[in-house]
């Protein structure tokens, strides 16, 4: 009966991966805003269970959504083309915060008009995926009509949100419409975590920071001061709290000011751009080195005089310049965290930098306010002392622990491969290392007191810090690290997939080769012979008399590399794929040029041209298979015949397992 089951589904699985998926219709809407400028609104109505990428991916991600404007004299483009709010949520097979959208996106590029034009053409390329499968990335055209369009004399107006995206009406034409017949199972949408994620970090900072002797001593001296001034305790009160108001708007005017500047557009742009990570890996080493001692980061001393003569005015535009005083004041220890929060906000783009200043200043601000309305709760205080200087220096090594991560994506930009897997790791080993040394009074550094004994709670937090350096070493032989997921850069990008010190896979799965086929190459980290072109590896098949596993996959494939992490690698699927098949992995989005002479029209996409690698394979598995979604699992014969039905995405071993044996079986009858 199992084995029945286990056939079924596997079946069932075969007849879901055979088909071809269509689950985005574009369509398209102009709304005049003046006699030279228009706003031309791109629509994505995506099907239930179905994923769009939003345009903003890192480096070594999904495919992103791109827009291409034909170029023409007749108009110009103004600004970007900006996208309604994604969901931003953290991808444990890529290893990064992904935005995307569920339902509906909607994409908007202001033009302005030069000459008399009746039609904008463009194209869009994207990508989608659900939770069993993945498309290879895709092309619509869209065509913008002009000449019919009515003037409302104001910009259109959207409401940004995951999944509930809406547009000003205006004259539409549908330029995708083919959908598919099977719908994939709802996904409830998730909102965008990213944001609150820098919240609460920035929350964290700030209470941090009021633990450093820049701000710890200034709680006391301030709440006393409102309390003594004030003609009674509600007066004092509402001094604090004005104090924390005003702590609070300086902070968000800093993060507005930054998101004003720049823009959301251009933060999110300037996340995967070389420089901006390497100037900002610069200033976070700067402000590491700044709190472990060697200097002090001060604002000029002509600005703090200014603003305390404005301090002694009275009501609330006196208040406000005090709480200024104390952000210019506190500038050395605040400014290094301020400044790392703002670089991790920018590079989320969007309102984060807003979003990361309130929550930072909330932390500042709420203790000011409490002790104004608890003054007792102030006897409860510890003493200012050198324990303050320690939490300086440790938010000195937390700092430049997180430096390398913005020179890591730098690194990964150009692809230069300086900063590897192993050498990131290696470097955070000796960051740890050191800090869990200061932490146990193995080193002192310049501000610190002597002392020959140290606290419990630096001890306790030496041996967490002593922790996760022992934790960071098996990341050198190739363990995941799952709890620093998205620092380090991927499994892939490394001197070598084993870790530093492995030679390869010794299992005993093993098979003993002395040079491999022409046209093949090792996948690693398993050791697979495998072939990327399908005739080589057609006739190699031929040559050793096995059969052929045709791998239909993709470089930004999520549930590809799920199957080759979670699921290839186990010995009862292993066994199989290096000894009892020859792999053939075909890449539907290799970007390759083909040689001139097998550039040729295609067959499914009438008017286009098969230019690409990717666009080559992606038809073949589209016409001989009805299906275009990754990853699909073949296994034929030498008449290239299906041995069994085909597969998709299938994360349970044994189901994977007992197809493939099928498979095997059936070519040896």
Known sequence: MKKILTLALVFLA?????????PVKWTTAVEKINDQEYTLITTATIEAGWKLYGQNIPPNGPVPTTFEYAKSADFELIGKTE????IVKQDKVFAMEIAYFYNKATFKQRIKVLNPIQTVKATVEFMCCNDSNCLPPDTADLEFLIGNTSSTGVTPQFTFGAGNNSVATATTATTVSASTTTKAPSTTPIHNQGIWSIFFLSFLSGFAALLTPCVFPMIPMTVSYFTKQSKSKAAGIKNAVSYGISIIVIYVLLGSVITAVFGS??????????????????????????????FEITLPSSWSTKIDAQADRSGFIGIFFMALALAIVSFSCT?????????????????????GMLGF????ALPFALFAAFPGWLHSLPKSGGW???VKVVLGFLELALAFKFLSIADLVWDLHWLEREVFIAIWIAVFGALSLYLFGKIRLPHDDATDRISVGRLLLGLVSLSFTVYLIPGLWGAPLSIISGFPPPQHYSESPYGVGHKGNTAATATPFTELPQGAHLFQPYDIVTFDDYQQGLEYAKQVGKPVLLDFTGRSCVNCRKMEDNVWGKPEVLNILKNEVVLISLLVDDKNELPENEVKPSKIREGKMIKTVGQKWSEFQALRYQSNSQPLYVLMGHDEQNLVDPVGYTPAVDKFSTWLRSGVSAFRK
């Open 361 to 364: 200043s909330l932390a500042i």
């Open 265 to 294: 557009d251009a933060l999110n742009a300037m996340a995967s751009n070389f420089w901006f990570n390497f100037i900002f890996f610069l200033i976070l080493v700067v402000f590491a080195i700044s709190f472990l001692g060697a």
């Open 388 to 390: 303050m200087n320690t």
């Open 83 to 86: 996208e309604s709010q994604p």
């Open 14 to 22: 075969a007849i879901a991966s055979a088909q071809i998926h269509n």
């Open 335 to 355: 400014g290094p965290i301020v400044g790392s929060l703002l670089v991790q906000a920018a590079s989320q783009g969007g309102i984060a930098p807003i979003m």
